[in-house]
């Protein structure tokens, strides 16, 4: 697996030195301090209860994000959790599953690591605040909560394949993720690796 490096958005706080395969940077420094890159984290949110073609699209973009070398964030549980952890991991990616429960027996068998919260759905926030670029695959209420937080936070990419389509009182679709048709398309607009 190949890592790669986030480039300097913004101030983070981070402390201590880890290095993933000698290739890339974490974060390190003292609080308030940047000297390094962070590996790039991607969230990929859909529903637990997903199509068919939901399933096979989220397997994909996960399998492009860790070919890519991100980390993937995910609810981790099934549906398109579970196709997302599946894909990544069958190319050999790190997935973290931030769980709504206080259980990790219930988290999908696949996550590289899995978070139990106990917040329920204020856990989306948690998923999607701590991603670099957002990629919503299908929808569910649990989903567009996550991308009206990503959309909210504005200042990472989100992309949407198939799901919600939201409009205004004037009926004028409202301005939010960018759309793509594939999943490669997906992973492009994020704008993490530029051609």
């Known amino acids: 697996m190949e890592l790669r490096e986030?480039?300097?958005?913004?101030?983070?706080?981070g402390r201590g030195t880890l290095r993933a395969a000698g290739r890339?940077?974490?974060?390190?420094?003292?609080?308030?301090?940047?000297e390094g890159a962070a590996l790039i984290q991607v969230a990929v949110c859909g529903p637990a209860d997903c199509t068919e073609a939901e399933r096979r699209a989220a397997h994909e973009v996960g399998r492009?994000?860790?070919?890519?070398?991100?980390?993937?964030?995910?609810g981790g549980y099934g549906g398109v959790m579970g196709a997302?952890?599946?894909?990544?991991r069958s190319a050999g990616g790190l997935v973290v599953g931030v769980l709504s429960g206080a259980d990790r027996a219930e988290?999908?068998?696949?996550?590289?690591?899995?978070?139990?919260?106990?917040?329920?759905?204020a856990r989306n926030a948690l998923i999607?605040?701590?991603a670099d670029a957002v990629i919503a695959v299908g929808g569910s209420w649990g989903t567009l909560s996550e991308v009206a937080h990503a959309?909210?936070?504005g200042t990472v990419p989100v992309v949407q394949l198939g799901g919600w389509r939201l409009y205004d009182t004037d009926g004028e679709p409202v301005r939010g993720p960018v759309e793509a048709a594939s999943p490669e398309e997906a992973v492009a607009l994020t704008g993490l690796w530029p051609s």
């Open 6 to 13: 986030v480039p300097h958005r913004s101030r983070r706080h």
């Open 24 to 34: 890339a940077r974490h974060r390190r420094g003292r609080p308030g301090h940047r």
């Open 64 to 74: 492009l994000l860790a070919a890519r070398g991100a980390v993937v964030l995910c």
């Open 84 to 88: 997302v952890t599946e894909g990544a």
């Open 107 to 121: 988290a999908h068998p696949d996550l590289s690591a899995a978070v139990a919260t106990g917040m329920g759905q």
């Open 128 to 130: 999607v605040g701590s």
């Open 151 to 153: 959309l909210r936070r």
